[in-house]
C-alpha cells in the first residue's frame, strides 16, 4: 500500500524549494506531494516557479494534469480541483478530454461570433500568399468594400443568409456581371472557410449550383465580352508620328509600350501597392533586352523583349539619375498613376486604351506579316497551355522575335 503523504500547510508549500541532485550539487525540477489528495503534488522548477500536478490513473495508464500555477491556486484551490477532477475520473470522465472539449466550444462560439468583415480578412490574410500578386490582394479588398461590406459586413457570418447575398447580387448581375461573378465566387471562398474551420454549420449562402443558380440568368447569356477599346493597325502609324512630336515622360512611355507591345504596368508599375514599373537595372543594353522579373509579370515568369533601334534610342534618352531607378518616373520621381499615360491619349482626343495597343499589334501581326501566332503571342507574353505553343516558349525564340519587333517598329513609323 503506497505511503500517505503528509498533509502540508499554506506555509510549509510556501517555503518549499526545488531539490538538490546529490551528483552535481545543482537543483533540479522535483515534484513535492502536499498530501489531503492523494497524487496531488506541487511542482517547482530550478528559478523557483510553482505549480500544481495532480498524478493518477486514468483506466489503465497514468496520467499528469496540470491545475494552475501557485499562488494564482493556492494549497485549498487546489485541493478541491484535484477532488473534482478524482471524481470524474471515477465515473469514467477524463478531465483532459472534457476540457479540450469545452475550450473547443467556446473557440467555436466566439468564432462564430466574427463579423463578415472580420472572417474576410482573416481569410484574405491566410490566402494571400495564394495570390499571383499584392494586386489580386487589392482586388479581393477593393471588390468586397464595394459591394459586401456595406450589406453584410458588420453581421454576425451565423446570421447571414441567401437573402442577403441576392441584396448584393441584384443591383449588379446584369449590369456589372464580371464584377458580380467575382463577388459572389469571393463570398463563397470565404463562407466555405467557416465551414471547413467549423464557425459556422449548414450550408453555403453564397453557393451556386443547387442554390443561386436557381435564381439568376447564366452569366454566360448575359455577359457581354468587351475587348480593350484600341485602334486599327492602319491608323498606328498616324498615331505614332503625332505622338512622337508629343514631349515629356508620359508622352515617351506610351510610345516606348507601343514599341514593346507590353502591358502599360509592366512599364509604369502601380503606384496602389507600391509595384515599380520598369527599372534600368532590368536594361540589358550589349544585347538590346529588357528582362522583366517574374514578380512583375502577370504569368509570373520572366519576360525577355528585343528592343528595337527606336526602343533603344528612346531609353538612351532618358534621365538616368532616378532614386528608384525607374525609366518613366512621375513629375515626383515616383512610380505613375493609371492616368499617366491615359491622360496622353486623352490630351490627343483618342478614344483606346493603353492595353488596346496590344490588340493593335495582334491584328497587325495575323494581318500583316507571316510570322506564326505563336511568336506574336510570346511578344505578348500570353500564358500558353496548348502543349505546341509551349514547346514555343519554352526556346523563347528571342531572335524570330527581335525580327517581328524590328518589322513592327518600322510599321509603326512608316
Given at each position: 500500500m503506497p505511503k500517505k503523504a503528509i498533509e502540508l500547510t499554506d506555509l510549509q508549500v510556501r517555503r518549499l524549494k526545488p531539490l538538490i541532485s546529490e551528483k552535481t550539487g545543482k537543483p533540479y525540477t522535483s515534484l513535492h506531494a502536499v498530501g489531503g489528495v492523494a497524487g496531488l503534488h506541487i511542482q517547482i522548477t530550478t528559478t523557483e516557479s510553482k505549480s500544481w500536478i495532480l498524478r493518477t490513473k486514468v483506466g489503465m495508464k497514468r496520467?499528469?494534469?496540470?491545475?494552475?500555477?501557485?499562488?494564482?491556486?493556492?494549497?485549498?484551490?487546489?485541493?478541491?480541483?484535484?477532488?473534482?477532477?478524482?471524481?470524474?475520473?471515477?465515473?469514467?470522465?477524463?478531465?483532459?478530454?472534457?476540457?479540450?472539449k469545452l475550450k473547443a466550444e467556446l473557440i467555436a462560439s466566439q468564432a462564430s461570433q466574427m463579423t463578415f468583415k472580420e472572417a474576410a480578412n482573416k481569410f484574405i490574410a491566410m490566402k494571400s500568399q495564394e495570390f499571383r500578386g499584392p494586386r489580386q490582394r487589392v482586388q479581393w479588398e477593393q471588390s468586397l468594400a464595394n459591394h459586401a461590406f456595406s450589406i453584410i459586413g458588420d453581421?454576425?457570418?451565423?446570421?447571414?443568409?441567401?437573402?442577403?447575398?441576392?441584396?448584393?447580387?441584384?443591383?449588379?448581375?446584369?449590369?456589372?456581371?464580371?464584377?458580380?461573378?467575382?463577388?459572389?465566387?469571393?463570398?463563397?471562398?470565404i463562407f466555405d472557410w467557416c465551414l471547413a474551420r467549423g464557425y459556422i454549420e449548414g450550408s453555403n449562402p453564397a453557393q451556386w449550383e443547387?442554390?443561386?443558380?436557381?435564381?439568376?440568368?447564366?452569366?454566360?447569356?448575359?455577359?457581354?465580352?468587351?475587348?480593350?477599346?484600341?485602334?486599327?493597325?492602319?491608323?498606328?502609324?498616324?498615331?505614332?508620328?503625332?505622338?512622337?512630336?508629343?514631349?515629356?515622360?508620359?508622352?515617351?512611355?506610351?510610345?516606348?509600350?507601343?514599341?514593346?507591345?507590353?502591358?502599360?504596368?509592366?512599364?509604369?508599375?502601380?503606384?496602389?501597392?507600391?509595384?515599380?514599373?520598369?527599372?534600368?537595372?532590368?536594361?540589358?543594353?550589349?544585347?538590346?533586352?529588357?528582362?522583366?522579373?517574374?514578380?512583375?509579370?502577370?504569368?509570373?515568369?520572366?519576360?525577355?523583349?528585343?528592343l528595337s533601334h527606336k526602343a533603344i534610342k528612346m531609353l538612351e534618352a532618358q534621365p538616368k539619375d532616378n532614386p528608384l531607378g525607374l525609366v518613366f518616373?512621375?513629375?515626383?520621381?515616383?512610380?505613375?498613376?493609371?492616368?499617366?499615360?491615359?491622360?496622353?491619349?486623352?490630351?490627343?482626343?483618342?478614344?483606346?486604351?493603353?492595353?488596346?495597343?496590344?490588340?493593335?499589334?495582334?491584328?497587325?501581326?495575323?494581318?500583316?506579316?507571316?510570322y506564326a501566332e505563336e511568336l506574336s503571342e510570346l511578344a505578348l507574353s500570353h500564358v500558353n497551355t496548348d502543349q505546341t505553343r509551349a514547346a514555343y516558349a519554352r526556346s523563347e525564340l528571342l531572335e524570330p522575335r527581335r525580327k517581328l519587333m524590328k518589322e513592327w517598329e518600322k510599321y509603326c513609323y512608316e
Open positions: 496520467r499528469d494534469f496540470g491545475l494552475g500555477g501557485y499562488p494564482e491556486t493556492g494549497l485549498s484551490m487546489a485541493r478541491d480541483k484535484a477532488r473534482e477532477y478524482k471524481r470524474k475520473i471515477s465515473e469514467g470522465i477524463d478531465p483532459t478530454l472534457e476540457r479540450n453581421l454576425n457570418i451565423t446570421d447571414i443568409k441567401r437573402a442577403h447575398i441576392e441584396a448584393i447580387l441584384n443591383p449588379i448581375w446584369t449590369t456589372k456581371t464580371s464584377t458580380a461573378v467575382s463577388v459572389r465566387t469571393r463570398i463563397k471562398r443547387g442554390n443561386l443558380k436557381e435564381l439568376y440568368p447564366l452569366p454566360s447569356k448575359i455577359r457581354k465580352i468587351t475587348h480593350f477599346e484600341s485602334i486599327s493597325h492602319k491608323d498606328i502609324a498616324k498615331f505614332m508620328s503625332d505622338l512622337a512630336k508629343r514631349e515629356g515622360v508620359a508622352a515617351r512611355a506610351l510610345e516606348f509600350t507601343i514599341l514593346t507591345a507590353s502591358r502599360s504596368n509592366e512599364v509604369m508599375g502601380d503606384k496602389r501597392i507600391n509595384k515599380l514599373g520598369i527599372t534600368w537595372q532590368e536594361i540589358d543594353f550589349e544585347n538590346k533586352v529588357w528582362i522583366v522579373p517574374a514578380e512583375r509579370m502577370k504569368a509570373g515568369k520572366q519576360h525577355k523583349v528585343p518616373p512621375n513629375r515626383d520621381g515616383g512610380i505613375p498613376s493609371d492616368n499617366f499615360m491615359r491622360s496622353v491619349l486623352k490630351r490627343m482626343s483618342i478614344e483606346c486604351t493603353t492595353h488596346g495597343f496590344r490588340s493593335t499589334f495582334k491584328e497587325w501581326a495575323r494581318e500583316e506579316t507571316n
